[in-house]
């Protein structure tokens, strides 16, 4: 999971306000499988972590900007 959080956060956290780091240090908690289950969407994210922050990991990856 350190690729999809890494090249995420590399591409992105110089814009993040206080509160999107938060969300996103949050994000790193999350055990490795339960998390790969949720952002490749073979499991329905719970909704105490389907935020705006997670959405956008979510449209990174799926964008093929991860791959870039």
Same mark, same amino acid.
């Given at each position: #999971?350190?690729?999809?959080? @890494? %090249? !995420?956060?590399?591409?992105?956290? +110089? %814009?993040? =306000?206080?509160? /999107?780091?938060?969300?996103?240090? %949050?994000? *790193?908690e999350i055990p490795d499988q339960q998390f790969f289950a949720w952002? =490749?969407?073979? /499991? $329905?994210? =719970?909704?105490?972590?389907? $935020? +705006? #922050? !997670? %959405? &956008? *990991? &979510? /449209? !990174?990856?799926? =964008? @093929? /900007?991860? *791959?870039?």
């Amino acid at each position: #999971m350190d690729l999809v959080l @890494g %090249r !995420f956060a590399d591409a992105q956290i +110089a %814009r993040w =306000s206080d509160a /999107e780091l938060d969300d996103y240090e %949050r994000l *790193l908690e999350i055990p490795d499988q339960q998390f790969f289950a949720w952002v =490749s969407g073979a /499991e $329905t994210i =719970s909704a105490d972590y389907d $935020t +705006a #922050m !997670f %959405r &956008r *990991l &979510r /449209e !990174f990856h799926d =964008s @093929g /900007e991860a *791959l870039k």
